[in-house]
Protein backbone atom coordinates (compact mmCIF):
# COMPACT_ATOMS: atom_id res chain seq x y z
CA UNK A 1 0.00 0.00 0.00
CA UNK A 2 2.82 2.25 1.11
CA UNK A 3 4.47 2.30 -2.70
CA UNK A 4 0.78 2.75 -4.34
CA UNK A 5 0.78 6.06 -1.83
CA UNK A 6 3.79 6.72 -2.72
CA UNK A 7 3.18 6.43 -6.64
CA UNK A 8 -0.01 8.86 -6.21
CA UNK A 9 1.99 11.47 -4.52
CA UNK A 10 4.92 11.50 -6.94
CA UNK A 11 2.05 11.97 -9.59
CA UNK A 12 0.53 15.00 -8.43
CA UNK A 13 3.57 16.65 -8.09
CA UNK A 14 4.51 15.85 -11.49
CA UNK A 15 1.03 17.18 -12.31
CA UNK A 16 1.23 20.16 -10.54
CA UNK A 17 4.49 21.27 -11.92
CA UNK A 18 3.60 21.41 -15.60
CA UNK A 19 1.02 24.12 -14.65
CA UNK A 20 3.05 26.10 -12.22
CA UNK A 21 5.76 26.42 -15.11
CA UNK A 22 3.40 27.79 -17.54
CA UNK A 23 1.49 30.26 -15.27
CA UNK A 24 4.81 31.35 -14.20
CA UNK A 25 6.22 32.16 -17.96
CA UNK A 26 2.49 33.82 -18.81
CA UNK A 27 2.73 35.94 -15.67
CA UNK A 28 6.37 36.92 -15.91
CA UNK A 29 5.87 37.98 -19.34
CA UNK A 30 2.83 40.00 -19.34
CA UNK A 31 4.42 41.68 -16.08
CA UNK A 32 7.62 41.89 -17.93
CA UNK A 33 6.37 44.60 -20.65
CA UNK A 34 4.34 46.63 -18.46
CA UNK A 35 7.14 47.60 -16.49
CA UNK A 36 8.51 51.33 -17.30
CA UNK A 37 12.36 50.26 -17.58
CA UNK A 38 14.85 47.28 -18.00
CA UNK A 39 15.47 46.85 -14.14
CA UNK A 40 12.12 46.90 -12.90
CA UNK A 41 10.95 44.68 -15.37
CA UNK A 42 13.23 41.81 -14.62
CA UNK A 43 13.20 42.36 -10.88
CA UNK A 44 9.13 42.18 -11.49
CA UNK A 45 9.11 39.33 -13.77
CA UNK A 46 11.35 37.07 -10.90
CA UNK A 47 8.78 38.09 -8.58
CA UNK A 48 5.79 36.55 -10.99
CA UNK A 49 7.84 33.73 -11.22
CA UNK A 50 8.28 33.19 -7.42
CA UNK A 51 5.21 34.01 -6.73
CA UNK A 52 3.22 31.44 -9.33
CA UNK A 53 5.37 28.64 -8.19
CA UNK A 54 5.05 29.40 -4.42
CA UNK A 55 0.88 29.27 -5.32
CA UNK A 56 1.47 26.11 -6.87
CA UNK A 57 3.86 24.49 -3.76
CA UNK A 58 6.68 24.68 -5.78
CA UNK A 59 9.86 26.77 -3.65
CA UNK A 60 12.17 29.08 -5.33
CA UNK A 61 15.08 27.08 -5.10
CA UNK A 62 14.10 24.57 -7.48
CA UNK A 63 13.00 27.04 -10.17
CA UNK A 64 15.38 29.77 -12.65
CA UNK A 65 14.18 31.81 -14.92
CA UNK A 66 15.22 33.54 -18.17
CA UNK A 67 14.17 36.82 -19.97
CA UNK A 68 15.20 37.37 -24.01
CA UNK A 69 14.43 40.08 -25.73
CA UNK A 70 14.56 40.48 -30.08
CA UNK A 71 15.42 43.10 -30.63
CA UNK A 72 18.08 43.44 -27.88
CA UNK A 73 16.51 46.82 -26.26
CA UNK A 74 13.98 45.12 -24.21
CA UNK A 75 12.12 48.32 -23.68
CA UNK A 76 11.10 49.65 -27.44
CA UNK A 77 7.64 49.29 -28.75
CA UNK A 78 7.44 46.21 -30.80
CA UNK A 79 10.09 44.09 -29.01
CA UNK A 80 8.93 40.85 -28.26
CA UNK A 81 9.96 39.54 -24.78
CA UNK A 82 10.18 35.72 -24.42
CA UNK A 83 10.45 34.62 -20.33
CA UNK A 84 11.08 30.97 -20.06
CA UNK A 85 10.72 29.09 -16.63
CA UNK A 86 12.69 25.66 -15.67
CA UNK A 87 11.64 24.02 -12.96
CA UNK A 88 13.11 21.20 -11.10
CA UNK A 89 11.04 18.75 -9.49
CA UNK A 90 12.42 16.52 -6.63
CA UNK A 91 11.16 13.28 -5.78
CA UNK A 92 8.70 13.83 -2.69
CA UNK A 93 10.18 12.58 1.41
CA UNK A 94 13.74 12.42 0.23
CA UNK A 95 15.55 14.70 2.54
CA UNK A 96 18.63 14.05 0.30
CA UNK A 97 17.24 14.31 -2.89
CA UNK A 98 19.77 17.22 -3.41
CA UNK A 99 22.95 15.14 -2.94
CA UNK A 100 22.05 12.42 -5.07
CA UNK A 101 20.43 13.76 -7.77
CA UNK A 102 17.20 12.53 -7.49
CA UNK A 103 14.86 14.30 -9.66
CA UNK A 104 11.16 13.28 -10.45
CA UNK A 105 11.55 15.51 -13.29
CA UNK A 106 12.67 18.69 -15.35
CA UNK A 107 10.35 21.15 -16.61
CA UNK A 108 10.04 24.52 -18.92
CA UNK A 109 7.75 27.22 -20.17
CA UNK A 110 8.17 30.04 -22.35
CA UNK A 111 5.82 32.79 -23.28
CA UNK A 112 5.87 35.61 -25.09
CA UNK A 113 4.91 38.99 -25.43
CA UNK A 114 4.77 42.42 -27.49
CA UNK A 115 6.08 45.70 -25.64
CA UNK A 116 3.04 47.71 -26.58
CA UNK A 117 3.67 50.65 -28.42
CA UNK A 118 1.53 52.94 -26.15
CA UNK A 119 1.98 52.43 -22.26
Same mark, same amino acid.
Given at each position: ????????????????????????? #??????????? #?????????????? !??????????? #????????????????????????? !????????????? !????????????????????
Amino acid at each position: MVPLVYFIITMGALQSGPFAVVGAA #DQAAKVFVAQP #DGAAARAAAEQAVL !LALADHGHPAV #DARFEATCAPADCMAAGTAVTVTVH !LTLPLPFVPFSDV !LNLNAGQLSASATQLVGRFR
